[in-house]
């Protein structure tokens, strides 16, 4: 069974970090450029940081740039992505999605839509 599964979101006070993950089952994720995308209520979804197969490229949004690194290890078939600095417009949503043919980062954090997998997301909240 294809999965994606995110984990490690949560409350977390402004300035604060987090290290989210996806676990990739039932297939290689070295195989895929990988992107973290957000929603928040009443917004479109938005690709927060992606990454190439071979992570050779990233692109982050420009509203999260210098805060958030987005990192995989294909050994442990799991992509990470670091929040630094946490502000309240951070809190959403956070999804996970992977595609094989989409070989560029900044292409991948561009799709929103047309994504071969996408996981069921973990909440991030950012609140004193």
């Known amino acids: 069974q294809v999965q994606l599964v995110e984990s490690w979101g949560g409350l977390v006070q402004p300035g604060g970090s987090l290290k989210l993950s996806c676990a990739a089952s039932g297939f290689n994720l070295d195989a895929y450029t990988i992107g973290w995308f957000r929603q928040a209520p009443g917004k479109e979804r938005e690709g927060v940081a992606c990454?190439?197969?071979?992570?050779?490229?990233?692109h982050y949004g420009d509203s999260v740039k210098g805060r958030f690194t987005i990192s995989r290890d294909n050994a442990e078939n799991t992509v990470y992505m670091q929040l630094n600095n946490l502000k309240p417009e951070d809190a959403a949503v956070y999804y996970c999605?992977?595609?094989?043919?989409?070989?560029?980062?900044?292409?991948?954090?561009?799709?929103?839509?047309?994504?071969?997998?996408w996981g069921k997301g973990t909440l991030v909240t950012v609140s004193s």
């Open positions: 999605a992977a595609d094989v043919l989409l070989v560029d980062a900044q292409a991948m954090c561009a799709m929103t839509v047309g994504i071969d997998y």
């Open positions: 990454i190439s197969r071979g992570a050779s490229s990233t």
